[in-house]
């Protein structure tokens, strides 16, 4: 079945710092890719996706670009900062929005210290 | 603005009692509604799919008895958790799909406590 591995956390930065968060995932067929944020308290939120091969999603700073050769989809961001500190998941699904549910991996916590 | 409305976002409780969990979509209509819980370490878990008119689909594992689902409207799911226990504490998430196409809306969550 289809699944998402990202990296455990917590990841502690300062802020400023370059961030990468990796997520690969397994899947059949050709899956949309996403990245939720939830920040402290609440639910989650959507930060980006990406629906084909070398699409780069993008929003407030983050980016992640969908690499079909490598199974992957990395978040970065070249300057976070404090209110980036959330906890993030990599998702797919394979019904392009997501209408037949999502796979989550297990979501990565990051704190932005100043 | 939120699209998917979940209530209450704080709800305590004693052991033995039910809770009900609301979850709405405030401006399209949702014939799909996903539920999720939230263990610590933020692992989030797919606990049922709620069809609008139909029973829900439960996920392997889960007490279809202790986690009944209605899907009453095309605009509203809940979840009651019945017979509550403290381990049933933890933080419940809806969400749901406004077409195939476009990405889930998440409900801000229900963090429920069992005393």
């Known amino acids: 079945g289809d699944s998402v591995t990202q990296m455990e956390g917590p990841v502690t930065l300062s802020e400023e710092a370059f961030l990468t968060i990796n997520c690969t995932y397994t899947a059949t067929g050709y899956p949309s890719l996403f990245w939720y944020v939830q920040y402290p308290g609440e639910g989650l939120q959507l930060l980006l996706k990406?629906?084909?091969?070398?699409d780069k999603g993008s929003n407030k700073g983050f980016e992640a670009t969908y690499r079909k050769e490598t199974t992957s989809f990395h978040l970065e961001k070249g300057s976070v900062q404090v209110s980036d500190s959330a906890v993030y998941f990599c998702a797919l699904s394979d019904s392009g929005g997501g209408a037949d549910g999502l796979t989550f991996g297990k979501g990565t916590h990051l704190i932005i210290q100043p | 603005g939120a699209v998917v409305s979940q209530h209450p976002s704080r709800v305590i409780c004693k052991s033995g009692t039910s809770v009900k969990i609301e979850c709405r979509s405030l401006?399209?209509?949702?014939?799909?509604m996903f539920w999720y819980r939230q263990f610590p370490k933020q692992s989030l878990m797919l606990m049922a799919t709620?069809?609008?008119?139909?029973?829900?689909?439960?996920e392997q594992g889960v007490e279809k008895d202790k986690f009944l689902i209605n899907h009453a409207s095309l605009t509203l799911s809940t979840l009651t958790v019945t017979s509550a226990h403290p381990e049933d504490s933890s933080f419940y998430i809806c969400?749901?799909?406004?077409?195939?196409?476009?990405?889930?809306?998440f409900g801000n969550g229900t963090r429920l406590t069992v005393t």
């Open positions: 969400s749901a799909p406004r077409d195939r196409a476009s990405p889930l809306h």
């Open positions: 990406a629906t084909k091969a070398d």
């Open positions: 709620s069809n609008e008119g139909s029973k829900a689909t439960y």
């Open positions: 401006d399209f209509q949702a014939t799909t």
